[in-house]
């Protein structure tokens, strides 16, 4: 079994910076894509920034310049540097990983999502 956990959420004002950290934990083989996702009330959940295990990144446009994804894969960990905050970055922020799980003879992938946690930018 698979387990994300979140941290690093809570209230900021506008301009602040947070720090989202997710570690996976169970018996992972290999963790490929990681990624940050989020969700705003009555919107779609979107793709903030990801990140693969050799460190390609990717980011929405809204936040390029402004969020910094990186990784410890030594320690199974995503991280979510978010500075220059803004109003319309609230939302509850997902940690989303793509894991192989077993052994190098018996191998299983999928998908694996973190409980979620809130990120609100208000003054």
């Known amino acids: 079994q698979v387990q994300l956990v979140e941290s690093g959420g809570g209230l900021v004002q506008p301009g602040g910076s947070l720090r989202l950290s997710c570690a996976a934990s169970?018996?992972?083989?290999?963790?490929?894509?990681m990624g940050w996702y989020r969700q705003a009330p009555g919107k779609q959940r979107e793709l903030v920034a990801s990140i693969t295990r050799i460190g390609s990144t990717n980011y929405e446009d809204s936040v390029k310049g402004r969020f910094t994804v990186s990784r410890d894969n030594a320690k199974n960990t995503v991280y979510l540097q978010m500075n220059s905050l803004k109003p319309e970055d609230t939302a509850v922020y997902y940690c989303n990983a793509d894991i192989v799980l077993g052994t190098i003879v018996a191998m299983t992938r999928q998908a694996y999502w973190g409980q979620g946690t809130q990120v609100t930018v208000s003054s």
């Open positions: 169970g018996s992972i083989f290999r963790i490929n894509v």
